[in-house]
């Protein structure tokens, strides 16, 4: 496992009586939600739980962060107070760019064994002791396949920097637990490893997501497996948040362990091993070899110029091979900006005298023009275009009676809604009313035309507490 951490994403229980008004809006896109709002949280034996955020177990008792942490872990992570077992996962369809095979077998934190079979890389590493042995195939081992592996052996691997800043929410009589969360990032900027939440379930509670900048898993399906509950479905992130899910197709006790499978005859050696290690921005900039010149194609709407925020994660020779959206700036070329990190090289990180890969916020400037701008519509004009519409509503006590959500929903020409962002600012945390905004895309609306020819446009609709 790795030194470093990295975050969940929120999924919100959709409701009926979500109140809908369409009004002229005035307010401009400021603070989109992102769908990558929700962060996670390391073992959680790194709190201290005299300087951790309290939670509201039942009416009258509270429970720190570190024991809801504690308690999360114990009732759904295989490895915190867990008996040694032998697990399978089966990553999305054989052959695909996203997909491969991953193998546990597992003793206890310093005694076990993990193959990796995926298309373009491979790994096995056995861990006896202070003793290791890698075999790689491949030289660069991505994020998203890391993702998974974590998922399974170190599901909450953030839980020092929540320890030091971090608040509790969404909590509610459906779930008592909420998140634990921290975000303290100048200028929206993850520059350190300051952004971060864990998603709670259930009574227990169980870990439903973790999510920080350089990581996201959604976990669910949970199965028994002796007094613990396991989720049986994991899910990651790539690209433009395009989901990636996993399965554990076999999960058993290791009741007698084979100690073949954990004898080394020789240690391999640091430089024949794969590590990865976190840059902030300025760290980064400071190693960049070679900046790309990129021709930004016109937009239809948003901001013409500002930053791209990417993950951007490099081979040991410095070249980035892997990169993920984090927030596009309000810009329609988030898409594209993240393809153009790709083309990004810097000198390589040298530690003890061996490469690193790296991973880094990679901040990305645009400079554009509109052409054919898209039509937005008002909340009257879109009360016209609605066929039905009957989103989810917000969890009870989360926000005050009357507050008003306003979103920006995005049609494509066949009158087919697509993406939605919050026009204005969030009145909380983003993550936490993203179910009745993202219920909009439910929403069925009439193709709009321009000069008697469809096109793509935007729409507003509030949401109000009831």
């Known amino acids: 496992m790795r030194s470093y951490r990295r975050i969940p994403r929120d999924t919100a229980i959709f409701h009926r009586n979500t109140l809908v008004h369409f009004s002229l809006v005035s307010t401009f896109l400021t603070a989109p939600c992102q769908k990558t709002d929700i962060l996670a949280s390391a073992s959680p034996s790194a709190f201290d739980s005299s300087q951790a955020s309290s939670f509201h177990q039942t009416q009258g008792e509270k429970v720190d962060a570190a024991s809801a942490l504690n308690r999360a872990l114990k009732a759904s992570s295989l490895t915190f107070e867990g008996k040694p077992f032998h697990a399978v996962m089966e990553i999305e369809k054989a052959g695909e760019t996203y997909s491969g095979r991953i193998e546990f077998w597992w003793v206890n934190a310093s005694k076990y064994r993990v193959v990796i079979t995926s298309p373009n890389f491979k790994q096995v590493k056995t861990l006896n002791g202070d003793r290791m042995r890698e075999n790689d195939e491949g030289e660069f081992y991505p994020r998203w396949l890391e993702n998974f592996v974590l998922a399974v052996l170190d599901p909450v691997p953030i839980a020092k920097n929540l320890s030091e800043h971090s608040d509790s929410l969404g909590q509610s009589s459906q779930n008592p637990y909420g998140c634990l969360r921290r975000d303290d990032r100048r200028s929206g900027i993850t520059d350190q490893l300051n952004y971060g939440q864990v998603c709670f379930a259930g009574s227990e509670p169980r870990v439903e997501s973790v999510r920080a900048f350089n990581e996201f898993v959604f976990f669910k399906d949970w199965q028994r497996f002796g007094e613990k509950q396991i989720p049986r479905t994991y899910q990651t992130d790539v690209l433009d948040q395009d989901p990636v899910v996993g399965r554990l197709t ?210 507003d609709v509030e949401l109000v507490t009831p």
């Open 250 to 459: 076999l999960l058993e006790e290791l009741e007698q362990p084979d100690e073949a499978l954990f004898k080394i005859d020789s240690v391999t050696p640091l430089n024949q091993t794969i590590s990865t290690s976190f840059l902030s921005a300025r760290a980064a900039e400071s190693l960049v070899e070679k900046i790309p010149t990129i021709q930004w194609p016109p937009v239809r709407d948003g901001k013409t110029e500002g930053d791209i925020l990417v993950y951007a994660r490099t081979d040991r020779t410095g070249q980035v091979r892997e990169a993920e959206l984090h927030d596009s700036g309000m810009s329609a070329l988030g898409g594209y900006g993240m393809q153009q990190a790709l083309n990004y090289k810097f000198k390589p990180l040298m530690v003890d005298g061996v490469p690193q890969q790296m991973e880094m916020p990679l901040v990305i400037h645009f400079s554009t023009n509109v052409s054919d701008p898209t039509p937005i519509l008002s909340v009257a004009d879109m009360r016209r275009q609605s066929i039905s519409c009957k989103p989810s509503s917000f969890t009870p006590g989360l926000l005050p009676r009357g507050t008003v959500v306003t979103a920006r929903v995005s049609v494509n020409e066949k009158g087919e809604t697509g993406g939605v962002t919050v026009v204005g600012r969030c009145p909380i945390g983003c993550g936490f009313i993203l179910g009745p905004v993202y219920s909009l895309e439910k929403c069925r609306v009439k193709p709009y035309s321009v000069n008697g020819r469809a096109t793509e446009y935007k729409g």
